[in-house]
């Protein structure tokens, strides 16, 4: 089984590696938005991985709040963006 949760660090890993080169290089401020709420949800995949493969389970209210604020800041940050620029 600690192969199943040293593959899946792995994966996250490098989807957040991907995910940060995106952010850097993102052509307009959504798709920086879109990155970093990716980035934040692969943090949160991260954490969950973590806690069940040491088997602990204390702080799943935690990470389901965080996961929901950072869901709701893009949605925010992207509905701010949307009326600061223009269509293209």
């Known amino acids: 089984m600690d192969v199943v949760f040293v593959v899946t ?33 692969l943090i949160v995949a991260g954490t969950c991985v973590s ?3 040491l088997r602990d389970g204390s702080n799943i209210a935690l990470l389901a709040a965080f996961a929901l604020l950072t869901f709701i800041g893009s949605i925010s940050a992207a509905r701010l963006v949307e009326k600061k620029e223009p269509y293209r």
């Open 9 to 41: 660090f792995a994966l996250l890993c490098i989807a957040g590696l991907l995910t940060l080169i995106r952010l850097i290089l993102g052509a307009s401020t959504l798709d920086r938005i879109v990155a970093l709420d990716v980035l934040l949800t």
């Open 51 to 53: 806690m069940g493969w």
